[in-house]
């Protein structure tokens, strides 16, 4: 080497540093590959993701062969850097090539290349794969003793190198994976997405028509009384009791409403008859449960129960639905907004609104983890029921009581404090 010329040298020091740059850019490259897409790749038949994958099987010895191949450059480059020096510039050309290499090595075998192959490892790692998988298996013998050793003393650390990485995405990464996505998935499917995972931290009572609210035919009432109900109702399924909505017998469907009104005239007989069996679930029953339950049941109204057997409210397919891709329905029986904006910001909020609606229409942060309704968690703060109209501040909202009717709190106003 020392009579070799020295364009002959520096043309295979330049060679030298593209190859410590070729296995420091494949290194960071295979090690950056998002794995959940390159499993989607691999199932397109795409080249390069099958080869990539072929490698990252055992990433130990992938890991050994880089860095066999970048350390046998770097040493041989470090050794022709040297006699260049010499020949250069005598003995100090030691210390010269020394710190010449560092810098040249840094830059641009190491930064650069590791830069680029971290921002795009799949233009980088697919292609590198073509050579670094010909030659996995040609220095395979090598590889295996390296790895041999080295996997002895990961086991010694008390690490287990054969070990299948954990891939499986977790709700939470599931989550920040959706919301991170960006441009790749639209705003209104990212929404839908989220909405679809939030089913399993609900249950139907955060989502029910409390039992208050319930519009049904109550068999105590008479023809005329059970007849207006009918005429007026929006919905398509009207629960059915008697004495006490904690005796809901059936449920009647308006496409029977021919068999069971003549006329001006109700047919109490057929009624009964026409009505379906009521169908009774928990009130803790989560929501991607209960969308099964429909699914299966084929059944899309539900009673929900407590514990002790006690009507709550109804619950209906279509408000589940509603949970996933926003408000579809409208109730034509509601006339008036239960939130509505006043003009110095503040908010006058019905008090039986339920909270998670509050929170997703305006996007606060109200406790749900006790009361539904936002009457029952002032009620809840204040540990008693107020004589008159109170204020109270919970968490960063203040809330001012402006209507109360017996026991329950009507009316509210309420803004975020700044």
Same mark, same amino acid.
């Given at each position: ?5 020295? !364009? ?12 410590? %740059?070729?296995?420091?850019? =494949? /290194? ?22 099958? #080869? ?5 099987? #055992? ?8 860095? $066999? ?7 041989? =480059? ?20 020394? !710190?010449?290499?560092? *810098? ?13 192959? %971290?921002?795009? +490892? ?16 040609? &220095? ?8 041999? *050793? ?13 070990? /299948? ?22 705003? #209104? ?88 069996? +009521?169908?009774?679930? +928990? ?20 009673? *929900? ?10 619950? @209906? ?8 891709? !926003?408000?579809?329905?409208?109730? &034509? ?5 239960? $939130?509505?904006?006043?003009?110095? !910001? ?18 606060? @942060? ?16 204040? /540990?008693?029921?107020?004589? @008159?109209?109170?204020?109270?501040? $919970? ?24």
């Amino acid at each position: 080497m020392n009579d070799a010329p020295l !364009g002959l040298l520096f043309s295979i020091l330049a060679l030298l540093v593209i190859l410590s %740059a070729f296995f420091s850019s =494949a /290194e960071t490259a295979m090690m950056s590959l998002n794995r959940h897409k390159l499993k989607h790749l691999q199932k397109n038949k795409i080249g390069g993701a099958i #080869r990539a994958g072929k490698l990252l099987d #055992r990433p130990d010895r992938l890991i050994g062969l880089i860095l $066999i191949g970048n350390n046998l450059v770097n040493i041989f =480059a470090s050794a022709v850097a040297t006699v260049i020096s010499i020949r250069l510039w005598g003995d100090a050309g030691v210390y010269i090539a020394t !710190g010449a290499l560092t *810098v040249v090595i840094l830059v641009f075998a190491e930064v650069t290349p590791k830069t680029i192959a %971290a921002l795009h +490892p799949e233009r980088v790692a697919f292609p590198a794969s073509v050579i670094l998988l010909p030659l996995m298996t040609l &220095m395979s013998p090598v590889v295996a003793m390296v790895n041999a *050793v080295t996997n002895r003393l990961s086991r010694l650390l008390g690490f287990d190198p054969k070990k /299948e990485a954990y891939e499986h995405v977790s709700a939470d990464e599931l989550r920040t994976i959706v919301t991170d996505a960006g441009k790749l998935i639209p705003a #209104r499917h990212r929404e839908l997405l989220i909405n679809i995972m939030d089913l399993v931290q609900v249950s139907v009572d955060d989502i029910m028509v409390p039992r208050n609210e319930v519009y049904g035919i109550n068999l105590d009432n008479t023809d005329q009384e059970i007849l207006l109900k009918i005429q007026s109702t929006a919905h398509t399924r009207l629960p059915v009791w008697r004495d006490d909505i904690n005796n809901i017998i059936g449920v009647l469907h308006m496409r029977s409403i021919s068999r069971v009104v003549n006329g001006l005239t109700l047919d109490r007989i057929a009624l009964e008859r026409e009505m379906e069996k +009521p169908y009774f679930v +928990p009130e803790s029953t989560p929501l991607h449960t209960q969308l099964i339950n429909f699914q299966e049941m084929k059944k899309p109204l539900a009673v *929900v129960v407590d514990e002790y057997g006690e009507v709550r409210g109804v619950v @209906a397919l279509g408000d589940i639905l509603e949970e996933i891709v !926003g408000d579809f329905t409208s109730n &034509m029986a509601e006339t008036t907004e239960s $939130i509505l904006l006043e003009r110095d !910001g503040s908010y006058i909020i019905d008090g039986t609104e339920n909270i998670r609606d509050i929170n997703k229409t305006l996007g606060w @942060a109200l406790p749900k983890d006790g009361p539904k309704t936002l009457s029952g968690l002032i009620l809840e703060y204040l /540990e008693s029921f107020p004589a @008159a109209p109170a204020g109270l501040t $919970i968490g960063n909202y203040r809330l001012e009581i402006l209507e109360l009717e017996g026991n329950v709190v009507r009316s509210v106003r309420a803004q975020p404090l700044v």
